[in-house]
């Protein structure tokens, strides 16, 4: 297993309320993700890091910031949670970015249910 | 925009029969990767292939690059019930600021 935890795994929370997710991982990678996956869509991606303090918005970032302060944690904020928010969050590292060693290895996933 | 085309969506199958499924765009990638994803966990990397018209075989699955890397697909000989789960391609590229794209996944179901 690649060293990725996500915490929490499962959470419910209410509209209007600030949500922090969090992935850490033991790697050392240079790259980490986040995405987003639902039904009909696949895995989206929200934000990415490609280094401390280094993010950029990805395909669906609206609603969502990111902070990197350490190599090893990448955390997702939901400033104000709304319902079109509930899914499935994968956290994802990577060694590299571009070229043929652009693998990703993926977390175990957070379930987020906003009511 | 969808980059990644995937097909089948669903495919149920039983025990013993091969089948593929593919990948699919009008973009170039710099390499392709196969992942399979269960219920409840995040995906696993199977495969990356780099250069067109490359072919990998893991075990009972073939995994091919087409020559212009715009595609891809993925054999399963003799498919089990352990193969069941969503398949995931997802393409990377040089320059490209997200770095991956996926594709909507095909569903596999092979029933014993």
Known sequence: DAGITQSPRHKVTETGTPVTL???QTENHRYMYW???DPGHGLRLIHYSYGVKDTDKGEVSDGYSVSRSKTEDFLLTLESATSSQTSV???AISPSSGG????QFFGPGTRLTVL | TQLLEQSPQFLSIQEGENLTVYCNSSSVFSSLQWYRQEPGEGP???VT???????KKLKRLTFQFGDARKDSSLHITAAQPGDTGL???AGAKRNYGQNFVFGPGTRLSVLP
């Open chain 1, 22 to 24: 969090r992935c850490h």
């Open chain 1, 35 to 37: 995405y987003r996956q």
């Open chain 1, 89 to 91: 969050y994968f956290c």
């Open chain 1, 100 to 103: 043929v060693r652009n693998e």
């Open chain 2, 44 to 46: 696993v990397l199977l």
């Open chain 2, 49 to 55: 292939v780099v250069t067109g018209g490359e072919v």
């Open chain 2, 87 to 89: 398949y995931l391609c």
